[in-house]
Structure formats: C-alpha cells, structure tokens
C-alpha cells in the first residue's frame, strides 16, 4: 500500500507594498492563517500581499529582494497568523 503523501515545508513571502518591505514566513504546510491575514489587512487598506518562497529561505530572501526592490524585515512584523 502506498504511503499517504506528505506536505512538502515551504517559506511564504509576505511583502507591504505600503512601506517597500517584505519578510519570509515558516517552514509551514498551511499557509491559510496568513492568506487570512493578509486579507485582513487587505479589507482595511493595505497593501499586503503573499506568494510562495519555494523551500530554502536564504534564496527566498535573496531573489525577492533582487527582484522587487523592497527591504527585508523580521517575520511576523508585517501580518500575525489567524488562527480560527
């Protein structure tokens, strides 16, 4: 019998646009209590987004940064995780 597939860890980038700054989230297997908090942010005006950083921090970090311009901050300084 095959065995159930587990999640691959990933990083999130989640990236305020408002004040040209990004951070990288996890290792995490469920990014649904960020994308709920980045709509959250979202509903009130800001201009917070998130996409996949792939799985080696360092080279998310690295790539975003070379490639949008924006200043790397600590985690969680730009949205918390909902947990509902």
Known sequence: MPRPCRPVPFFLIVSDLDKGVF???????????????????????????CCNGGRNRDEAISSFSRTYGLRFVERGSIVQPTID
């Open 23 to 49: 951070t990288v989230e996890g290792p995490m297997n469920d990014d649904m209590p960020w994308n709920k908090a980045v709509e959250r942010a979202q509903g009130v005006g800001r201009q917070v987004k």
